[in-house]
């Protein structure tokens, strides 16, 4: 009797799915909770950094996986996944028009790098915004932009990319060394840059490397009603830089087919919706409906990066470069 009430709990039993993400990933609880239970598993969700330690996590475990599914990888990192064979390939269906990637890896969101403005500074001032890169680098505008060390921050990795991608390598680096002297300022990651140095938020600091979607998250979060929002973001060429994450089945994992079901999830409907108010960036799907926050979210009509090749290859090279032109 005891080995039948045994056998009877390992089928009602709900397998544990163990996800890997970055630490921006969230979605409502009753979505996933929806999903837990049409799937029949239990989700096991740990959050590691950003995308590159949590990327470094997979590679460090791979011998013995430590996750089934795996969010949160972008473009920039697809290349060093790939190199790493830490992902099992599978692409599933995309939707017509949808952005896609190498496979293994299928997108489920995207967003834009760009540089912030803080409306009330440059309307005190009297100063006008700038328009290019070249403009950054003009003494009218010393002291003025935070920014995110690429070693240590995705954004950070992908404005320097952005730079690349417009300037060429050397150029790139040579604006980077007129910008140290121009009084840049590094922090160590986004969180850093956006509430302690920009000035919206208390800090000195009117221009800040942040998202396209940040002024609308500015609206969405705002205590007091707001009609339009008091930061907005600059579409200054080679200072773009368009960000897609996907999900990926972890080479070695257990649970394969939920992985699969967890993959499809992230495509599906409700957490395209979901996640542009939760993650404020823009859903893959183009048939999703944008959320009304979204409204304040001007994209970009156009960005710059290296190649995905390049970045795979030069990547880590070009942020070692970046340390000794703008730290050392």
């Not at 590679?59 to 990192?77: E, M, Q, Y």
Request: net charge positive; glycine share 8%.
């Amino acid at each position: 009797m005891l080995a039948l009430l045994a056998f009877g709990s390992c089928l009602t039993h709900a397998a544990d799915l163990r996800v890997l993400t970055h630490a921006s990933f969230a979605l409502p609880k009753p979505l996933l909770a929806q999903f837990e239970k049409e799937a029949g598993v239990t989700l096991r969700i740990a959050k590691a950094g950003d995308g590159g330690e949590m990327l470094n996590k997979l590679i460090l475990t791979r011998a013995n996986p430590v996750a089934d599914v795996v969010f949160g990888i972008d473009n920039v990192l697809v290349g060093k996944a790939q190199a790493a064979n830490v992902l099992d390939p599978w692409q599933g269906n995309a939707p017509a028009g949808a952005i896609t990637f190498p496979a293994g890896l299928v997108p489920v969101d995207y967003g834009y790098v760009t540089v912030n403005f803080d409306k009330a500074w440059f309307g005190k001032k009297g100063l006008a915004l700038p328009r290019s890169l070249e403009d950054l680098a003009q003494p009218a505008y010393a002291g003025l932009l935070a920014v995110q060390n690429p070693a240590t921050s995705s954004p950070g990795n992908a404005f320097l990319l952005a730079t690349i991608g417009a300037l060429g390598e050397a150029k790139a680096f040579d604006w980077w060394a007129r910008m140290r002297a121009n009084g840049l300022k590094v922090s160590k990651g986004w969180t850093e840059a956006y509430y302690t140095e920009f000035s919206h938020n208390g800090g000195a600091r009117p221009l800040v490397v942040s998202y396209a979607s940040s002024p609308a998250a500015e609206v969405f979060f705002s205590k007091i009603k707001l009609t339009e929002p008091p930061t907005g973001s600059l579409s200054i060429p080679g200072a773009v830089f368009r960000q897609v994450e996907g999900a990926a089945l972890v080479k070695g994992g257990r649970e394969r087919a939920a992985a699969v079901k967890f993959v499809e999830f992230l495509r599906s409907p409700a957490v395209q919706q979901s996640l542009q108010t939760e993650m404020w960036m823009f859903p893959v799907d183009p048939a999703a409906p944008r959320a009304d926050a979204l409204r304040h979210a001007v994209e970009p009509a156009a960005f710059d990066s290296p190649s995905a090749p390049a970045i795979a290859e030069k990547n880590a090279e070009w942020v070692q470069r970046w340390t000794k032109v703008v730290l050392k």
